[in-house]
């Protein structure tokens, strides 16, 4: 979706890397939300943000930390960068639509973790 | 825990036949549940909700059922069509609790000609 747009699309580094992944939304949603997905694994939720400088951990957040200074984005830091980090990330934005929070998601960031 | 689960890893249905996907979760505090589709090298799209209130919504050729005492729903696509082969993710949501959105492992669907 042209309102969510995930950076970088692909990235290969280093074990023990920091990493950023940014996610950038123009539709003004409050909330947002990081997603990896692993085979065998579907999408599990690592952290997630219900307003500006509002984030809360989600299933897998052991290893990452987030940030949110302004609607418009969310990133996605790991620190130290492990293998076991690889994965395809995605981030989505929603609000409450007629009760249910339904989330666009961005196109995904495939991240690789050497 | 896994709070939402789908059990079926995949599933392959003739063209023009009815395709059921199930989702069962474990959680009674869930108030919505949704439904994503996913190609690959995309990003999982909305395709229907229900209410926890609620035991059936219909959209179009999707259609969501609810039962909430066997802690249980499915999605029914009616005819099935060579564009739903996909992966189909079911979703949950507790909004009185907290502002997860807890989603199942998934299940590809694979329409046969």
């Known amino acids: ?33 990081w997603y990896r997905q692993d085979p065998g694994h579907g999408l599990r939720l690592i952290h997630y943000s219900y307003g500006v400088k509002d984030t809360d951990k989600g299933e897998v957040s ?3 930390s987030v940030s949110r200074s302004k609607t418009e984005d969310f990133l996605l830091t790991l620190e130290s960068a492990t293998s076991s980090q690889t994965s395809v990330y995605f981030c989505g934005a929603g609000g409450l639509s007629s009760g249910a929070n339904v989330l666009t998601f961005g196109a995904g960031s495939r991240l690789t973790v050497l | 825990d896994q709070q939402v689960k789908q059990n079926s890893p995949s599933l392959s249905v003739q063209e023009g036949r009815i395709s059921i996907l199930n989702c069962d979760y474990t959680n009674s505090m869930f108030d919505y549940f949704l439904w994503y589709k996913k190609y690959p090298a995309e990003g999982p799209t909305f395709l229907i909700s229900i209410s926890s209130i609620k035991d059936k919504n219909e959209d179009g050729r999707f259609t969501v059922f609810l039962n909430k005492s066997a802690k249980h729903l499915s999605l029914h696509i009616v005819p099935s069509q060579p564009g739903d082969s996909a992966v189909y993710f079911c979703a949950a949501s507790a909004e009185t609790r907290d502002d997860k959105i807890i989603f199942g492992k998934g299940t590809r669907l694979h329409i046969l000609p």
Do not use: F
């Not at chain 1, 950076?7 to 939300?33: A, D, I, W």
């Open chain 1, 62 to 64: 052991d290893g990452y």
């Open chain 1, 1 to 33: 979706d042209a309102g969510i747009t995930q950076s970088p699309r692909h990235k290969v580094t280093e074990t023990g890397t920091p990493v950023t992944l940014r996610c950038h939304q123009t539709e003004n949603h409050r909330y947002m939300y």
